[in-house]
């Protein structure tokens, strides 16, 4: 079976560093970009980054960019997603997900999510 | 950026009835267009690629259309599963975004 299964709930205070992971399975993990996108309590949908774990090339949104840092081990199919100083802005859930092998490269495979919170 | 505008952001409809959803891009993708669907607590599912290939598993009363900057999802009949939230999201350039959802409840 395909699947990401993604690292647990996660408390953090202002200013602590954190890395949440994302591991692969059931198929070539480094044949496939993994992306991931945050959703904060109660909004939409907001896409971060992504990355191609077979040669780590990584893009960001411009909105996320510096903010965070996406990388991957492709040794054991894990893809992250780090901050080095948590605000209480970045609580939220985060998910990871595999882009699709096409052209038409959608989220076609979604991990469970991770929820961050940030709290003094 | 490729801002993705979805209308209405709310619904409110019945079993069985015909809803349609509406994603407007700020410039031309031409095709690249998914749709997907989350319920409360879940990880969002992917449903319809390229505008307008159903996924794999994806039940044949949902649909989509459109290209270049208007876009539609169709659900012929809509059924007690499929309450939740749909989100469009444009795969013609960096960053991916997604549009600000529909959330379809019960009437």
């Known amino acids: 079976e395909v699947q990401l299964v993604q690292s647990g709930a996660e408390v953090k205070k202002p200013g602590e560093s954190l890395k949440i992971s994302c591991k692969g399975s059931?198929?070539?993990?480094?044949?496939?970009?993994i992306g991931w996108v945050r959703q904060m309590p109660g909004k939409g949908l907001e896409w971060m980054g992504i990355?191609?774990?077979?040669?780590?090339?990584?893009r960001y949104s411009p909105s996320f960019q510096g903010q965070v840092t996406i990388s991957a081990d492709k040794s054991i199919s894990t893809a992250y997603l780090q901050w080095s100083s948590l605000k209480a802005s970045d609580t939220a859930m985060y998910y990871c997900?595999?882009?699709?092998?096409?052209?038409?490269?959608?989220?076609?495979?979604w991990g469970q999510g991770t929820m961050v919170t940030v709290s003094s | 950026d490729i801002q993705l505008t979805q209308s209405p952001s709310f619904l409110s409809a019945s079993v069985g009835d015909r809803v349609t959803i509406t994603c407007r891009a700020s410039?031309?993708?031409?095709?690249?267009l998914a749709w997907y669907q989350q319920k409360p607590g879940k990880a969002p599912k992917l449903l319809i690629y390229a505008a307008s290939t159903l996924q794999s598993g994806v039940p044949s009363r949902f649909s989509g259309s459109g290209s270049g900057t208007e876009f539609t999802l169709t659900i012929s009949s809509l059924q007690p599963e499929d309450f939740a939230t749909y989100y469009c999201?444009?795969?013609?350039?960096?960053?991916?975004?997604f549009g600000g959802g529909t959330k379809v409840e019960i009437k």
């Open positions: 990355i191609y774990p077979g040669d780590s090339d990584t």
């Open positions: 997900a595999r882009r699709a092998r096409n052209v038409y490269d959608a989220f076609d495979i």
């Open positions: 059931g198929y070539s993990f480094t044949s496939y970009w």
């Open positions: 410039q031309g993708i031409s095709s690249y």
């Open positions: 999201q444009q795969l013609n350039s960096y960053p991916r975004t």
